[in-house]
C-alpha cells in the first residue's frame, strides 16, 4: 500500500477509531507489519523505488509474511516525525526511515518504542533496536568514473547532485578518482540542487554543465529521470545512482549503480522475527550483492569494459579499494599515502573532495 501523508493520517485515524471499538483482528493471523517512509515519490526510478523494490522483493521471497505500508513524499522534520509515530500506532513493528534527515526523529521513535525494531538509511547512530544502513556507492561510481573516461571527448565531466552529505561526496570524488586513473587530464564539475526531488532544478543544473563543455554527466541520488533524459535529447552520456533509468536515454546511457537493499532487509527483518535484532551501522558494497552496477553503454571499448569488470571483481575480493592512496584533497593535501587506504571513519565523515573536482564545496 503506497499512500502520501494525507492518505496516511486519515487511515491511521479510521484504523485507531476502529481499535477503539474493539474491532481488532485476530494477532494469530497478523502478518508482520513494515512501514517505508520516503522523501521523495516511490515512482517507476530512485531512491524511494529501490527500497520500495527491495521490501517487494523480500515479501515474494518470504512468502507474503510482510504487510508492508509505503509513505512517500514525507518532508523531513516533524512531518516526518508525526508519520513514523503515526506508523507505530497503526502496529507498524519494522520501520524503515529512507532519508539521512529521520535520524533524530527515528531515533526518538525508537527510544519509545523498544519493541519496534527500526532502520535508517544513510546515517550514523545506532540503539539497540535503532540501525543504519548506507551503501558503499562510491564503489559503483569510481567504476562509472572509468567508464566515463572511456567515452569523453572533452575530458570533462559533471555531476548533478541532491545535498553535498558525506555518502554523496564520497560517490562524486570515487567518480573523479575512477575516471583520473584512466586519464589524469580529466575534470569534474558538480552542481549541488540541494533537494532530493527537484525536476526542472536538476535539468537546469544538467544544461549547465553542458553548456561548460561536460560531455558526460552523472545524476547523483536524483529520485527523477530528468537529468538522464535531458541528456539524451541533449546528445551527452549520462549515469545515475539506485534503480536503472536506461528507458530514458536509449543511446546515451552510460549505466547505473543499482542498489538492491533485499540481502540487507532479510537479514534486519529475520533477525526482528527471531528476536535477535541488534542495532548496528551497515555499510555494504559490491561484496554484500547490495551495489550492483548495470546497463553499461554498448559505446564502452571492449578493453576498458575489461578494465572495468576486473576493477569490480578486486572490489568483490577485497584487493582494490576505490579511496586507495595517494588520496589528494583538491587543496592538494594528502590524505592516504601509497600503499595506505581512507579509513571508513574518514570516508563516512568527508565534507571535502578530492583533487580533479575543480567546483569548490559550498560553504
Not at 56 to 83: C, H, S, W, Y
Not at 172 to 191: K, Q
Request: with cysteine; net charge negative.
Amino acid at each position: 500500500m503506497n499512500l502520501n501523508r494525507r492518505d496516511f493520517l486519515g487511515a491511521a485515524s479510521a484504523v485507531a477509531a476502529l481499535a477503539g471499538l474493539g474491532l481488532s483482528r485476530a494477532s494469530a493471523a497478523e502478518p508482520l507489519n513494515v512501514a517505508l517512509i520516503t522523501p521523495s515519490p516511490i515512482a517507476d526510478v530512485g531512491w524511494s523505488r529501490s527500497l520500495a523494490a527491495s521490501l517487494e522483493e523480500l515479501n515474494t521471497e518470504l512468502g507474503g509474511i510482510m504487510k508492508i505500508t509505503m509513505v512517500d513524499k514525507i518532508n523531513e522534520g516533524p512531518d516526518a516525525d508525526r508519520i513514523m509515530e503515526k506508523a507505530v500506532a497503526d502496529g507498524n513493528k519494522v520501520v524503515i526511515a529512507g532519508s539521512f534527515g529521520y535520524m533524530n526523529g527515528a531515533m526518538q521513535l525508537a527510544r519509545r518504542h523498544p519493541d519496534v525494531s527500526v532502520l535508517h538509511a544513510s546515517g550514523f547512530k545506532t540503539m539497540p533496536n535503532f540501525s543504519n544502513f548506507t551503501a558503499r556507492n562510491y564503489e559503483g561510481t569510481y567504476l562509472m568514473g572509468m567508464a566515463a573516461a572511456a567515452v569523453t571527448k572533452s575530458k570533462k565531466l559533471g555531476v548533478v547532485g541532491a545535498f553535498p552529505i558525506p555518502e554523496l561526496l564520497a560517490s562524486n570524488s570515487a567518480f573523479a578518482l575512477g575516471a583520473r586513473a584512466v586519464d589524469p587530464s580529466i575534470e569534474v564539475s558538480v552542481i549541488w540542487v540541494n533537494s532530493w526531488f527537484d525536476p526542472a532544478k536538476e535539468q537546469d543544473s544538467a544544461k549547465a554543465l553542458i553548456s561548460q563543455g561536460c560531455d558526460v554527466i552523472f545524476s547523483n541520488a536524483q529520485d527523477t529521470p530528468s537529468v538522464v533524459a535531458l541528456c539524451e535529447k541533449e546528445g551527452v552520456y549520462s549515469c545515475n545512482l539506485n534503480s536503472t533509468m536506461v528507458s530514458y536515454a536509449p543511446t546515451k546511457y552510460l549505466g547505473n549503480v543499482g542498489t538492491d537493499w533485499t540481502p540487507y532487509f532479510k537479514s534486519e527483518i529475520e533477525a526482528h522475527i527471531a528476536g535477535t535484532f541488534t542495532g548496528a551501522s551497515h555499510w555494504l558494497g559490491i561484496k554484500d550483492g547490495v551495489i550492483k552496477c548495470s546497463d553499461w553503454s554498448k559505446d564502452i571499448p571492449a578493453e576498458a569494459m575489461d578494465k572495468i569488470k576486473a576493477a569490480e571483481a578486486a572490489m568483490a575480493d577485497g584487493s582494490l579499494a576505490p579511496f586507495a592512496g595517494p588520496v589528494v584533497k583538491d587543496d592538494g593535501t594528502e590524505l592516504a599515502a601509497a600503499g595506505t587506504n581512507l579509513t571508513d571513519e574518514q570516508i563516512w565523515s568527508m565534507d571535502w573532495q578530492v583533487q580533479g573536482i575543480v567546483t569548490p564545496l559550498p560553504k
